[in-house]
């Protein structure tokens, strides 16, 4: 008797143990179109409303079984929904688009679909949205876009991805910056690069994902994880470094930070760029990737890392890789199945660039029709078209026996897995309260300002600075504040440092911010000419004419630059900025903050150093004005 009362006073607690870790299991479960199913105490969405739990709606089985019952579940059109990317931006009022518009613009008429047309006739669940609006409109926007999704046949939820949003200056990328936590990090990580703080990138990445999903993102196209080993590109300033090794610890850093690592966690996806690393552009710039120094593999270093690391897709890039194909890498066998698939063993989501269908369909690709470019980048290994909203092509090159169903489902289920791994199939929804708080919080600001202090790199110091916040009349011996001339900053910044005036000759010390280039080279525009603009340099040399000693910030904000030496004669101090506020700048100039940061590239001395160079060798310009690493602290 005792026996059994024991056997029974186990096995209780082994049920109570039992329904206690399942009761841990128990996502967070929200619908509201779609009803919930209870099964054995436990809450499930019935997606489809057939009033049974399909595997893809039981969240206690493996990813990859539930994508499987899915795609099986799918018409022709919903699976070719899933391979567009197209963008739908947040208006700044919330208010949700109701019907397509055509509207009249220099090209032409344009015609923006609604979001019922994207998401409910065409099956599109793959967005970019790289609009802006206050957090609790964006937050509900994103909820009103995940109830139309959760009303179609399936129930298949979105996924928004945007461009980065976590610059300081309302000059990123995306614009709005103000809505978000405020880094170095513009339009790339060149800034947090020049730290060398991997717990601080952690850190970029874990806020970049809880801002995100607090407004309902998900997916960063990014990081950017081009080496620049050639200075005049036109989108270096995207990228971490010219060091393909730097690059790749950063960038897992990030996602280390960032990522998913379980369905009901805050993390978010990435989608590295530019495959297959698009820095070595032939003179700098224009349509080809070019490998005079045979150095292909050095620019693949971060592309392994981050896959290793838990990149869950990548972006093809435009370029063709000249020597290896005659096709822009999007349509390149070679690129995609070879290189990517085959040597490299990556699983995820391949997307190409945005207008890779159009404009950028040059040398083999400009002949072909657009159901021909769908087919040639399906075939070469692409998964997803960034900017398209036509699936109807590749729906009818399935009927047409020119793609196969079979290859569609290989895309769709990698695809697929991403809203699995977000565990958007139980919860799309986000609280549009909390949202404002989250992305104002104190502690983001302040880890984002301290990001911004590491990330400024000292070029020079004739032993001025710091300069004193305080000076000492000469002639009266009394304190007084120190007279301060700006150029390029904000005054009523700069005054909570000292006494602005209008007149360097009456000041104690002139700050003038400068942008170093004026812009890089786009796609078929050839390398930028980097020389620091003459201009620029005329407006220093007038101030620091008048004998007061000057301080130079000088944005990258583009391209890299060539620095003349003339500045460095004329000025008390020099720094390199990657996009920074101007409070932070003034606080390493007064001293409140001793300057550690270090050049995450090297600085040619002459554009003919520049010229000489191979495309993708790293480091390899003739006695660089400042070498990689560089930096000074007082």
Request: with cysteine.
């Amino acid at each position: 008797m005792r026996r059994r009362l024991l056997v029974a006073f186990f096995v209780g607690l082994l049920l109570c143990a039992s329904v206690s870790v399942l009761a841990q299991e128990q996502p967070v479960v929200e619908s509201r179109v779609k009803p919930i199913l209870e099964i054995d105490g436990l809450l499930f969405r019935d997606l489809n409303a057939n009033g049974e739990l399909d595997p893809y709606e039981d969240w206690r089985l493996p990813i990859d079984e539930r994508v499987d019952n899915l795609v099986s579940l799918m018409t022709l059109e919903e699976k070719a929904g899933q391979m567009v990317h197209p963008n739908i931006t947040v208006p700044l009022d919330g208010v949700v688009q109701k019907e397509d518009i055509i509207t009249q613009t220099q090209r032409g008429e344009r015609l923006s679909y609604s979001p019922y047309t994207l998401i409910v006739d065409k099956h599109i669940t793959n967005i970019l949205n790289n609009g802006v609006a206050p957090p609790a409109t964006f937050a509900a926007w994103s909820n009103a876009l995940q109830e139309i999704a959760e009303g179609t046949r399936l129930g298949i939820p979105i996924v928004f991805s945007t461009d980065p949003r976590h610059g300081a200056t309302l000059g990123a990328h995306v614009r709005g910056t103000q809505y978000f936590s405020q880094w170095p990090s513009r339009e790339g990580q060149y800034g947090l690069a020049a730290t060398r703080n991997l717990d601080l990138v952690r850190e970029f990445g874990r806020v970049v994902a809880k801002e995100y999903r607090a407004v309902g993102l998900h997916m960063i196209l990014g990081p950017q994880i081009d080496v620049t080993t050639d200075p005049r590109w036109g989108r270096n300033a995207g990228c971490w470094s010219e060091d393909a090794h730097l690059t790749a610890e950063m960038t897992v850093a990030f996602l280390d930070g960032a990522k998913v690592k379980d369905p009901k966690d805050e993390g978010i996806l990435a989608m590295v760029k530019h495959w297959p690393g698009s820095g070595p552009h032939e003179d700098g710039g224009g349509y080809y990737l070019v490998y005079p120094g045979d150095n292909l593999d050095y620019h693949l270093i971060p592309f392994e890392a981050a896959f290793q690391a838990g990149a869950t897709a990548t972006m093809s890039y435009y370029s063709v890789m000249k020597d290896y194909d005659t096709v822009p890498i999007s349509y390149s066998d070679f690129a995609v199945n070879q290189l990517l698939r085959d040597k490299l063993q990556f699983d995820g989501v391949v997307c190409t660039d945005w207008g890779v269908l159009g404009f950028a369909a040059y040398d083999d690709a400009a002949e072909l029709d657009i159901a021909g470019r769908y087919a040639m980048c399906i075939n070469a290994g692409v998964d997803q078209f960034g900017a398209q909203t036509d699936p109807e092509v590749i729906v009818q090159l399935v009927r047409d026996g020119v793609i196969s169903e079979d290859r569609i489902n290989e895309s769709v289920k990698r695809i697929l897995r991403q809203p699995f791994m977000l565990g958007l199939f139980e919860n799309p929804y986000v609280d549009t309260m909390a949202a404002a708080n989250i992305l104002q919080s104190a502690e983001h600001q302040a880890l984002g300002y301290q990001a911004q202090l590491e990330s400024i790199v000292m070029l020079s110091n004739d032993g001025t600075l710091p300069f004193a916040e305080v000076r000492i009349d000469a002639e009266t011996g009394a304190a007084r504040k120190t007279r301060i001339f700006v150029s390029g900053m904000e005054p009523k910044i700069a005054s909570l440092y000292g006494e602005i005036v209008d007149d360097p000759t009456e000041a104690d010390i002139a700050i003038m911010r400068v942008a170093a280039v004026s812009g890089g080279g786009g796609m078929g525009d050839g390398g930028s000419d980097i020389k620091f603009p003459a201009e620029t340099m005329a407006l220093i040399s007038a101030v620091a004419g008048t004998g007061v000693p000057t301080v130079v910030g000088i944005d990258i904000s583009s391209s890299l630059v060539v620095l003349p030496e003339e500045l460095f004669e004329q000025s008390a101090g020099t720094f390199v900025l990657f996009d920074v506020l101007d409070n932070a700048l003034l606080d390493v100039v007064f001293g409140r903050f001793n300057p550690v940061g270090r050049l995450p590239f090297e600085l040619p001395s002459s554009m003919e150093a520049v010229e000489a160079q191979l495309e993708d060798v790293p480091f390899d310009t003739v006695d660089p004005l400042f070498e990689y690493g560089f930096g000074l602290s007082y």
